[in-house]
């Protein structure tokens, strides 16, 4: 586990301080993992067997541990600005597979099956939003999966009375845009209301990686 106290942008600051600690307590129940392996059961359905995994973001890892449920013996890594998150992620999957760095300053070095960005996007400088699709489609093997808030064209969103800490627009196109060597294998949404496995009104995307 590595880390550092400076930061580019003013998003990437309020994510690895207090609030992004405060996000730990939200972020954490035995329902949420429930719904995560339902959400993630329907967003690879299609991408076969997955066998590894890297998640950009990663919080204390409740993606991470849906998927080890939906995938046993996946190798899975995690990178997460938040130094108490990471903690509890480095529990989980391991302090060699953790690292703690700003998705900006991190290159990936050994691509996985599948490269996962979820609920980061939308709290990211819009003017750094082409960084991160290049770690994404650089640590991606085979597969990318978006998950975030979707808007046919970017706007800006008070974001718990705080402004520029959320932005909505259509991530997946663009980098389908950036990227011939993409291509889209499935979509869909999960409505906060459902009753059974509620989500956050998430827009997922599956894109799948193709030789050029």
Not at 124 to 130: F, N
Request: glycine fraction near 6%.
């Amino acid at each position: 586990m590595s880390g550092k106290a400076e930061f580019a942008t003013p998003q990437e600051s309020f994510w690895a301080g207090k609030f992004g600690s405060e996000y730990i307590l939200r972020n954490r129940s035995e329902e949420l993992l429930a719904s995560n392996l339902q959400f993630f059961s329907r967003c690879l359905r299609r991408a076969g067997r997955i066998r590894s995994c890297v998640e950009l973001g990663a919080n204390i890892g409740m993606n991470l541990s849906a998927l080890k449920l939906l995938y046993p013996g996946i190798s899975v890594r995690g990178i997460e600005i938040n130094r108490e998150a990471a903690a509890e992620l480095a529990e989980l999957i391991g302090a060699e597979n953790t690292e703690v760095i700003s998705i900006l300053d991190w290159h990936p070095t050994e691509p996985a099956d599948l490269a996962l960005v979820r609920g980061v996007l939308i709290h990211t400088e819009p003017e750094m939003l082409s960084i991160v699709y290049e770690r994404l489609y650089q640590a991606a093997k085979q597969f990318v999966l978006i998950a975030e808030y979707y808007n046919p064209t970017p706007i800006a969103v008070t974001y718990r009375g705080y402004e520029d800490r959320l932005f909505k627009r259509d991530f997946a196109g663009e980098m389908l845009d950036l990227y011939p060597g993409l291509k889209l294998r499935d979509y869909g949404f999960s409505y906060r209301r459902d009753p059974s496995f509620p989500q956050d009104d998430i827009t997922w995307f599956l894109l799948e990686k193709r030789p050029l």
